[in-house]
């Protein structure tokens, strides 16, 4: 199985406990994991190799050209976001892969999701309840999808010349698009996506009657703060983050946290149109600006 992820220093954490979750649920696989990087210390890549320990895979590192996405937006993302555009060419040698996210976990085997037949779909996805996106949009599926785990079809992208295609949307709709490069893959994929099964993929914040999920997306709140809305699932992050080599600095981001929600409920102050709003021990103070 290849994995691929796109890594900077501000995210590599979340993703070295999604790797720690791929590596406990799939040991019976020969697993190479692809991280794709702009500039990053060499420092951080020895925490993806000390996971090794779990069990063997194969490392692989990319050093992406970021001239290629010159004049893309990305706030308030960062430009590895669009990395994923390039695939196809990254991988020159690979005829699928699946693409996550950071803050992902893998919660049992991928092995029946990976291999899946895709026929000549470009990617299967996780379709998500974005009604304001399917309407500005103008999908003719009707259906919009997170582009967060991605199983990609790489030879029908070649085949189909999709990075190209990707890029001359990026291009032609830049500034126009809320969600950046997932509308791109949107509106380029809309008739070469087919959807991942029910339970396959969870997005946190998403109605989903599934018990169990093969895999975590967590939308929103990181599960290293507080305000993560699933406790349960967050409850299961933080087991994988104890066999990660940044346990000890995850959980002083909790607790950051935790002391930031605390102070803002003990004192806050906001600005709404002519009005200062002071909150402090719950109580309410507004005050009209001249």
Known sequence: MNIVYAIDKNVYKLALVSVSSLLENNKNEKITIYLLYQKISPFIFKKFESLQKIRAFNLKKIKVDISHFKGLPFLPLTVETWFRLELAELLPNED???????????????????????DDNDVMVRYENNLFAKEYLTLKSKTYFNAGVMLCNLKAWREHNLSKKLFEIAY???????????????????????LFNPGDVF????PDNAENHTIVHFIGPKPNTIECVNKKYQQ???????????YKSLKHEYFMSMLKLFLNRLYSISKIENKTI?????????????
């Open 96 to 118: 699928r892969t699946l693409y996550l996210d950071c803050d992902t976990m893998i919660c049992s085997s991928l092995s029946e999701i990976y291999n899946r037949p895709m």
């Open 172 to 194: 032609r709709y830049k500034g126009k698009l809320k969600y950046n490069d997932q509308d791109v893959f949107n509106i380029v994929c809309d008739s070469s996506k087919i």
């Open 203 to 206: 997005l946190t914040y998403h």
């Open 236 to 246: 299961e992050w933080w087991n994988y983050a104890r066999k990660t080599p940044c």
């Open 278 to 290: 002071i909150r402090i021990l719950g109580i309410k103070i507004c005050i009209k600006r001249k």
